[in-house]
Nanobody
Framework: QVQLVESGGGLVQAGESLRLSCAASGIIFSFATMGWYRQAPGKQRDLVAV???????VYADFVKGRFTLSRDNAKNTVALQMNSLKPEDTAVYYCYTNTRNGGYWGQGTQVTVSS
């Protein structure tokens, strides 16, 4: 059974930082591409960043230079370091992976950035 468990969300002020973590189980993690998405109220779910099994990363334009995605294959975790947060970064952040059996989402973690 695939499980993705996010943690690390919270309320911060603009300009501050947060670090989100996603712990995965039920997959061969070292082979998995992992991603973070976010969804603000009334908006679609958008890709934030993705990291491949060999550590290559791709970022959405709206987070380039501010967010960094990394993985720890020994701990089956990915971490999204979010710096210089803006009020428009406020959203529920979801961890995601896609396997040959389908896509899997975490339950989401709320990030709120006040101005």
């Amino acid at each position: 059974q695939v499980q993705l468990v996010e943690s690390g969300g919270g309320l911060v002020q603009a300009g501050e930082s947060l670090r989100l973590s996603c712990a995965a189980s039920g997959i061969i993690f070292s082979f998995a591409t992992m991603g973070w998405y976010r969804q603000a109220p009334g908006k679609q779910r958008d890709l934030v960043a993705v990291i491949s099994s060999n550590g290559n990363t791709v970022y959405a334009d709206f987070v380039k230079g501010r967010f960094t995605l990394s993985r720890d294959n020994a701990k089956n975790t990915v971490a999204l370091q979010m710096n210089s947060l803006k009020p428009e970064d406020t959203a529920v952040y979801y961890c995601y992976t896609n396997t040959r059996n389908g896509g899997y989402w975490g339950q989401g973690t709320q990030v709120t950035v006040s101005s």
